[in-house]
């Protein structure tokens, strides 16, 4: 299959948007890790400002998906909120 009309006909836009959000939770892992680890305040920023775009790219594909009803991130239970913010302040 080198044709990419024959590539694009196999995937439909819930697995599109899915792959690409992978990609950009990926990116941004990426970014995150560059930008902790520039060599200069520049490169830093410059890092910043590309994490800060692909997040952004992140969020739109994330919202897209879940107004189709394709992405639903289960809520987390009170009890474990509650659990976890006691942990975290407990530190």
């Not at 400002?49 to 639903?72: K, M, P, R, T, V």
Request: aromatic share 6%.
């Amino acid at each position: 299959m080198s044709n990419p009309d024959q590539c694009a006909q196999l995937l439909d836009e819930k697995q599109i948007l899915n792959d690409a959000l992978l990609s950009q939770k990926l990116m941004t892992d990426s970014y995150n890790t560059y930008a902790g680890e520039a060599v200069s305040a520049q490169l830093r920023n410059t890092m910043l400002s590309i994490l800060d775009d692909e997040h952004c790219i992140q969020a739109d594909i994330f919202n897209c998906l879940q107004s189709h009803g394709w992405y639903q991130p289960e809520p987390a239970e009170q009890q474990k909120i509650v659990q976890t913010r006691q942990k975290f302040t407990a530190q």
